[in-house]
């Protein structure tokens, strides 16, 4: 009890002069709101968004000769890298534009456009493995390197954000 107002320190009331009971005053978390959460799925949309530009930039598969020890690289903008760069191109533009302008309509491109990149990096994965085992057997190793999974681990970051904030809109429509 506060000796000074006769009053629960660990209580408090909505209006000085109302008459209701005091209810326990909230911990020192604040409740997420809906423009809160909706904020939080566009900026780390944003970050998957850099991952997969830079996954499609950097390398896609990494092939190694072990009785010369030599390695080539293939990156990204040499193969299925243009699509994908293309694609996420589209979701930062939506995203930006839904961030700036409100238009929630955008988030839908965003989220089709970040579900191809996430198909066209998984084939690039699988079609890598599929055909380790057939390059084995003429001496060369051949890797999945950075780039690919970057792409991939940003694609899903933004189709998972997209959805969020799509339906973090509806709760606030």
């Known amino acids: 009890m506060d000796e000074q107002t006769g009053r629960n320190p660990y ?33 780390v949309g944003f970050f998957g968004i850099v991952a997969a530009v830079v996954g499609s930039l950097g390398p896609w598969v990494k092939f190694t000769d072990p009785a010369s020890a030599v390695s080539v690289t293939l990156s990204g903008m040499q193969g299925d890298g243009k699509i994908t760069l293309a694609l996420i191109a589209l979701c930062g533009a939506a995203i930006f534009e839904r961030a700036t302008q409100g238009r929630g309509w955008l988030l839908w491109i965003a989220a089709v456009a970040s579900l191809a990149v996430t198909v066209v990096a998984a084939i690039a994965l699988n079609t890598v493995s599929d055909r380790s085992n057939e390059i084995e057997m003429r001496g060369v190793i051949s890797v999945a390197d950075w780039g690919v999974w970057s792409t991939l681990v940003g694609a899903i970051l933004v189709a998972t954000c997209s959805v969020c904030a799509i339906c973090s809109d509806r709760q606030s429509a």
């Open 11 to 43: 209580y408090t009331r909505i209006y000085e002069d109302s008459n209701e009971e005091p209810r326990p005053a909230r911990s020192g978390i604040a409740p997420l709101r809906t423009v809160d959460t909706l904020a939080a799925c566009l900026v």
